[in-house]
Every structure is written in structure tokens, then in C-alpha cells.
């Protein structure tokens, strides 16, 4: 089992529709929840980070932890064409050498 | 300010030579970290560093990958005999000491390896 779970299969929303993204995850000692987005051919970019369990909202972007189910999620509201892109979500445990596990990425296409 | 980069973009090697990556963090951060990118593994974890302290190298996958920093800056990555299944997209990423949860990213170097 991976540490790290996101199934990786390709969403296509209409313009103005909620995204909806999950991972799912095995280790335990995973603290910190980060989502990035990566245009093709670009490094990733940090979209936003959770520690522990809750919510965060930035802007249109909201991140969920729920640590007893180890399930985050991320919405994206009034998604716009400039959100298509891949979605990673990773995560790393509190102290040590910072590792980031990542999920294989979920490509989000809005539609205009 | 300038952010991740990396140098070459794009490399392509005959299998059994030997490769040199570089990045370049971002100024002021003290860790760095490279991983690899590949269709099948999606993002993996190579090797991290800490201003001084010895890197953890705990991420890479054969003795044929090293990596040094110099001067606490500037980090290389070599590949020595690459092989087709080192064919990937090196990413590196910086971050302030012990913020490993905001890690900045470079473009990679896409490694194709024939």
C-alpha cells in the first residue's frame, strides 16, 4: 500500500462548477497537508498547507484534514479555465528530513 | 525574487553516460531537496539537505545517484551509467531551515535517457 493515495484519473468540469479533490493516506505520523497545482511542463507550486486536522480557506481554494478518517480533500470554487492544471497532494511528517510524499496527481480540465 | 532554478532543462543521454543536474534555491533558504518525477511513480523523495548538516540520502534509488551542495547553495546531481529507467523529470526544491512544509519548487530537468 502507498503512502500516499490519489486516484489519478482526469476531471473535466464545466466553468463556474466546484472541483472536488481527495487523497487518502496510510502513515500515521503525517502532520502537514499540502496541496500544490503544476501546469504541464512547470515544477509544482504550492497552493496551500494544513497542519493537523480542519479547514483552511484561501480565496476560492479550500482545504479539509480529517486525521481519524486520513482523508484531505481540496474544493475549488466558481472554478475558472485558468485552474486547469494537475493537483498533487502531499504530506510530511512534523521534524525529520522534511520528506514530501505526494499523491500521483489528479488533472483537473475547466471547460469555458 | 528569483525563485528555483534549474539548469538544463532538457538532457538527453546515450545509456551508460554519466549526467550533471544543477539547481540553484532560492536565496536564504538553507534546505534543499531533490525528487524525480515519473509517469508511473508519480513524485519520489531523493536526497535533502541542511545548511551543514550530512544530507539525508535516504530517497535515492542506487549508488549510481549522488548529490553535493557547495557552499550551501548551489546543489548537483549526478547520475553515473544512466540506464532507461533514470528517464524522468528531476525536480529541486528549496525551503527556510526547518519550514520543510513550504517548499518552493524549481521547472526541472526533463532526462531522457535512450
Known amino acids: 500500500q502507498k503512502e500516499v493515495e490519489q486516484d489519478p484519473g482526469p476531471l473535466s468540469v464545466p466553468e463556474g462548477a466546484i472541483v472536488s479533490l481527495n487523497c487518502t493516506y496510510s502513515?500515521?505520523?503525517?502532520?502537514?497537508f499540502m496541496w500544490y497545482r503544476q501546469y504541464s511542463r512547470k515544477g509544482p507550486e504550492l497552493l496551500m498547507y494544513?497542519?493537523?486536522?480542519g479547514n483552511k480557506e484561501d480565496g476560492r481554494f479550500t482545504a479539509q484534514v480529517d486525521k481519524s478518517s486520513k482523508y484531505i480533500s481540496l474544493f475549488i470554487r466558481d472554478s475558472q479555465p485558468s485552474d486547469s492544471a494537475t493537483y498533487l497532494c502531499?504530506?510530511?511528517?512534523?521534524?525529520?528530513?522534511?520528506?514530501?510524499?505526494f499523491g500521483k496527481g489528479n488533472q483537473v480540465v475547466v471547460i469555458p | 525574487g528569483a525563485g528555483v532554478s534549474q539548469s538544463p532543462s532538457n538532457k538527453v543521454t546515450e545509456k551508460g553516460k554519466d549526467v550533471e543536474l544543477r539547481c540553484d534555491p532560492i536565496?536564504?533558504?538553507?534546505?534543499l531537496y531533490w525528487y524525480r518525477q515519473s509517469l508511473g511513480q508519480g513524485l519520489e523523495f531523493l536526497i535533502y539537505?541542511?545548511?551543514?548538516?550530512?544530507?539525508?540520502k535516504s530517497g535515492l534509488p542506487s549508488d549510481r545517484f549522488s548529490a553535493e551542495r557547495t557552499g550551501g547553495s548551489v546543489s548537483t546531481l549526478t547520475i553515473q551509467r544512466t540506464q532507461q529507467e533514470d528517464s524522468a523529470v528531476y525536480l529541486c526544491?528549496?525551503?527556510?531551515?526547518?519550514?520543510?512544509?513550504?517548499?518552493?519548487f524549481g521547472p526541472g530537468t526533463r532526462l531522457t535517457v535512450t
Open positions: 526544491a528549496s525551503s527556510l531551515a526547518y519550514r520543510g512544509r513550504e517548499q518552493y
Open positions: 502513515n500515521s505520523a503525517f502532520q502537514y
Open positions: 494544513t497542519y493537523s486536522s
Open positions: 502531499a504530506m510530511s511528517e512534523l521534524g525529520g528530513n522534511n520528506r514530501l510524499a
Open positions: 536565496s536564504g533558504h538553507t534546505a
Open positions: 539537505f541542511q545548511g551543514n548538516s550530512a544530507p539525508d
